[in-house]
């Protein structure tokens, strides 16, 4: 099995940061591409970061300037620095992974979501 477990989400007001934090765990091979997608309500998900294992970045427009993703290859672990939030920022956040387990081979999973939520 292979857990994702987020962390970090809360309230802020705007213009307020708060960090995301991802850990993979399980019977885990190799990681390729982490990242973070986000559903605000009555809307799709959509991806907010994503970072390969050479550590490549791409970011949705909408974050750009603002959000920096990173990860620890050594700890399973990927982040999301989220800085001068806005409102329209609220949203569920899950953590992805492609990733390859032993004896199974490369897919996708989600972590659970965690919620964010900018407001005075």
């Known amino acids: 099995q292979v857990q994702l477990v987020e962390s970090g989400g809360g309230l802020v007001q705007p213009g307020g940061s708060l960090r995301l934090s991802c850990v993979a765990s399980g019977s885990i091979f190799s990681i390729n591409a982490m990242g973070w997608y986000r559903q605000a309500p009555g809307k799709e998900r959509e991806l907010a970061a994503v970072i390969t294992s050479g550590g490549s970045t791409n970011y949705a427009d909408s974050v750009k300037g603002r959000f920096t993703i990173s990860r620890d290859n050594a700890k399973n672990t990927v982040y999301l620095q989220m800085n001068s939030l806005k409102p329209e920022d609220t949203a569920v956040y899950y953590c992805?992974?492609?990733?390859?387990?032993?004896?199974?081979?490369?897919?996708?999973?989600w972590g659970q979501g965690t919620q964010v939520t900018v407001s005075s």
């Open positions: 992805y992974a492609n990733l390859r387990r032993l004896g199974v081979g490369v897919r996708a999973y």
